[in-house]
């Protein structure tokens, strides 16, 4: 199918996928979970992944931040080939560049919300280590958690892990956030205050990724990609990206 990319073509953009291919190995008849996906996605642009179960979706997804790697393809992010990093330099990569948000969370459960914070900054470097906690903190606020840093995350409401867990996204201060389902495990009202904490990071320029079967949340991004049975079907840009 033709490439799917973003009316200025002509600029460079932050993340390109040049026909990439996944295919997972059932056995008896191993499955194609993407075919062939052309994508370009800019600085600044705030996207949808919408599709069934099943579509594709979160594999895409997991192709940009290289939690899984492509059967054949090309992704570019930043200049960085992405599919041909090892595991060790795609860590440190994905560390700092990348902020990948979860539909459960996923904070360490012996850890403060401070240290869960802390810890992506120890990892990859970032920051001179005076400096990691009162960065941490800065995000905390930036989350309305300050008052919760020294809490372990069993103490806090979905909401609260949701936006704290969006906080360790930022604590390397990646260009890209990318977020599968976060919204899918809370109420619409804490739904809504998430998903307006992205809307303002991409004020910021920050360029955010974000799988969801939510068709209002799909209705709110600025640029939706329907993906079925592998393929990217439609593209809707709903809203210009900030700056364009």
Request: charged letters at 25%; hydrophobic letters at 40%; a negative charge.
């Amino acid at each position: 199918m033709p490439q799917i990319i973003t009316p200025d073509t002509a600029e460079s953009a932050l993340l390109r996928l040049t026909e990439v291919v996944k295919v997972y190995d059932g056995g008896d008849a191993p499955f194609t979970a993407l075919k062939g996906i052309n994508l370009d996605i800019h600085t600044g642009e705030f996207v949808g992944i919408i599709g069934k179960s099943g579509s594709g979706k979160t594999t895409l997804i997991n192709m940009i931040t290289g939690i899984d790697h492509p059967t054949a393809g090309e992704i570019i992010i930043d200049g960085t080939p992405v599919h041909s990093l090892g595991e060790n330099d795609l860590a440190r990569w994905r560390g700092r560049t990348i902020g990948v948000v979860f539909q459960f969370f996923q904070l360490l459960p012996t850890l403060t919300v401070l240290e869960n914070i802390v810890l992506p900054m120890d990892f990859c470097r970032m920051w001179a280590p005076r400096e990691r906690t009162e960065r941490a903190m800065d995000l905390l606020e930036q989350v309305e958690l300050a008052d919760q840093a020294n809490k372990l995350p069993a103490a806090l409401s979905g909401g609260q892990q949701q936006r704290a867990a969006i906080a360790r996204a930022l604590a390397n201060d990646p260009p890209i956030l990318a977020a599968d389902e976060p919204t899918g495990n809370l109420d619409s009202k804490t739904a809504d205050a998430v998903f307006g904490l992205f809307e303002r990071l991409v004020e910021q320029h920050k360029t955010i990724i974000m799988v969801t079967h939510d068709n209002d949340m799909a209705n709110r991004v600025r640029r939706a990609l329907h993906v079925s049975d592998g393929e990217i079907v439609e593209e809707r840009v709903l809203r210009p990206r900030h700056g364009a």
